[in-house]
């Protein structure tokens, strides 16, 4: 059973920007703190947006300013709206609703 899909991923141009979206299943998204995550090459994964069921919401300062995370309760999905690209921003992204991952979908920006 598929909890979080991911689709939306891609690549981009600096300076560009690009929307990931996350279909979760009822039961986590109605659960769970639901966040997504980042892992560039060589790195460490890192949670870098957060929203609550009630939709409070929480940024790394490596993003805040930059990537908004919202969430529709009508159709049981999180985002993640990125602006301004930078090549730093290159990673797998992953939707998560604890402890429930979605697969991850890559982000390529080109300078």
């Known amino acids: 059973q598929v909890h979080l899909v991911e689709p939306g991923g891609g690549s981009v141009q600096a300076g560009g920007s690009l929307t990931l979206s996350c279909a979760v299943s009822?039961?986590?998204?109605?659960?769970?703190?639901l966040g997504w995550y980042r892992q560039a090459p060589a790195k460490q994964r890192e949670c870098i947006a957060t929203?609550?069921?009630?939709?409070?919401?929480n940024y790394a300062d490596s993003v805040k300013g930059q990537f908004t995370i919202s969430r529709d309760n009508a159709k049981n999905a999180v985002y993640l709206q990125m602006n301004s690209l930078k090549p730093d921003d290159t990673a797998v992204y992953y939707c998560?609703?604890?402890?429930?991952w979605g697969q991850g979908t890559q982000v390529t920006v080109s300078s």
């Open positions: 009822e039961d986590i998204f109605t659960t769970y703190l």
């Open positions: 929203i609550t069921t009630g939709g409070s919401t």
């Open positions: 998560n609703g604890s402890p429930n």
